[in-house]
């Protein structure tokens, strides 16, 4: 069975830096690209960026592009997500996806 499990959300000030955290299990992690999604309160979900599996390469919406750094650690099948810079437009619960599977999401909220 597919499991994915974020942490690592909470309540930030504009500006400040959380890092969110994946922990996969149930197939092999190494040989699939990850990704990371968010939904803002009242919207649609929206991707957030992606890593290949040898975490070559990587891909960013261009609202999080230079403030968020997608990563990867094969040896513990896990996936973050740095955020930097935040901004109350990036509140949101974030989920990692692996294919249509996304996890239980965790709750990022930027706020004075």
């Known amino acids: 069975e597919v499991r994915l499990v974020e942490s690592g959300g909470g309540l930030v000030e504009p500006g400040g830096t959380l890092r969110l955290s994946c922990a996969a299990s149930?197939?092999?992690?190494?040989?699939?690209?990850m990704t990371w999604f968010r939904q803002p309160p009242g919207k649609g979900l929206e991707w957030v960026s992606v890593?290949?599996?040898?975490?070559?390469?990587?891909y960013y919406t261009d609202t999080v592009k230079g403030r968020f750094t997608i990563s990867r650690d094969n040896a513990k099948s896990t996936v973050y997500l740095q955020m930097n810079s935040l901004k109350p437009e990036d509140t949101a619960v974030y989920y990692c996806?692996?294919?249509?599977?996304r996890g239980q999401g965790t709750q990022v909220t930027v706020s004075p």
């Open positions: 149930g197939f092999t992690f190494s040989n699939s690209a």
């Open positions: 890593i290949d599996a040898m975490g070559d390469n990587t």
């Open positions: 996806g692996r294919g249509s599977t």
